[in-house]
């Protein structure tokens, strides 16, 4: 399905049989049927659920949603068969993908150089949009990139010996690098699809975009990792690995105190929007709070919630302006 496509793709056909052996292109046939359309009328079909359902013994078959790309007007001059299918439940209007990166940047990011402080998933995935979005970013992480890291880890593993700063949790990728990679929360979010678009562009398996257990693999993340960081590095992200963040320097003004610059542990002070994204097992190793009101403001988009302490959720996302 084109991009074109992808963006009108709003309306999902639900619960489609499909048996072990069959091809899904036996899918195209059967959403068409559901939704009381001709195969011709659709644009443009996606798989975007397809679970194992094995509850009657000795019958196990797969049940798929498909997202179908239909014409603008099919809802208002489709026919009858597709507005009694939309009707009946089986056919639902859905929400068109959103996409990484925003069409008119926020006013705080124009003509801004943003530094992000954590490499982990949501740290990248931050920096990638805000890549894509036109702004100049700096990706700091305290551990090392992932050869670096690999060697430390295994070390760790062989002798016991640990490196503080690069271990399972700390270096590119967070402690997401060293996960399963089983990404199946499957919130239903219109990020969804153009996040795990991303992944499938570095090498992770084309099925994690629909299969209900989505698993892309401890060792297959090992290649997309590298792949992400090239395509980022292509937009201008820059990447310090081994640099903390200790710190942060205020401003006291008249209207109060205002976040200045993070202070790294090697080099002078940065100053810079800010985007502290440090993940749940950082947030005590950082001896000063994460600022949570006055000057520095809440992006309206936040891409990792923390399920760590209430007090820390929703402030993954925090951007100062200059
Ligand atoms: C063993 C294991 C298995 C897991 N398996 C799964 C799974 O299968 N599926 C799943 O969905 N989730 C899994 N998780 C959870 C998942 O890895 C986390 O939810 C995810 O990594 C959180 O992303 P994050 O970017 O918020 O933080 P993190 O991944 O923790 O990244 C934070 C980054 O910030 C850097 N950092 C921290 N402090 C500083 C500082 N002061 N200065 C500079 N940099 C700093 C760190 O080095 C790190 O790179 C697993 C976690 C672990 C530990």
Not at 94 to 106: C, E, G, K, M, N
Not at 113 to 127: F, I, N, Q, T
Not at 273 to 279: E, Q
């Amino acid at each position: 399905m084109s991009e074109s496509e992808s963006a009108s793709a709003q309306w999902r056909v639900l619960n489609l049989p499909l048996g072990l052996d069959e091809d899904e292109s036996v899918l195209l046939g059967r959403a068409a049927e559901r939704a009381g359309l001709s195969p011709e009328e659709i644009r443009g079909l996606r798989i975007g659920h397809k679970a194992l359902d094995a509850r009657k013994r000795g019958r196990p078959r797969f049940v798929v949603h498909v997202d179908l790309a239909l014409d603008a007007k099919i809802e208002d001059r489709g026919p009858d068969a597709f507005r009694r299918a939309l009707g009946s439940g089986q056919v639902a209007r859905r929400a068109a993908p959103a996409s990484l990166a925003w069409a008119t940047p926020h006013a705080s990011l124009q003509g801004a150089r943003v530094v992000v402080v954590g490499s982990g998933p949501a740290g990248l995935l931050a920096a990638l949009a805000l890549a894509r979005s036109g702004v100049v970013v700096d990706v700091l992480d305290r551990g090392p990139a992932l050869r670096e890291r690999g060697r430390a880890l295994a070390r760790f593993i062989g002798s016991g010996q640990l490196d503080p700063e690069a271990n399972l949790l700390f270096g590119e990728g967070g402690a997401g690098t060293y996960s399963d990679g089983k990404i199946y929360t499957r919130v239903d979010h219109p990020l969804e699809a153009p996040i795990l678009d991303e992944l499938v562009a570095c090498g992770a398996p084309a099925e994690i975009a629909y299969d209900a257990r989505a698993h892309i693999g401890t060792d297959r993340l090992h290649t997309v990792l590298p792949r992400l960081r090239g395509r980022m590095e292509a937009l201008g992200v820059k990447f310090h690995w081994g640099t903390r963040l200790e710190g942060w320097v205020w401003a006291e003004g008249a209207g109060g105190r205002r976040l200045k610059a993070l202070r790294p542990s090697r080099g002078s002070p940065w100053v810079f929007n800010i985007t502290p994204i440090l993940g749940r097992y950082a947030r005590t190793q950082l001896e000063c709070p994460i600022p949570s009101s006055g000057t520095p403001e809440r992006h309206p988009m936040a891409y990792s919630r923390d399920s760590g302490s209430p007090s820390a959720r929703g402030r993954k996302i925090v951007l100062a302006r200059r």
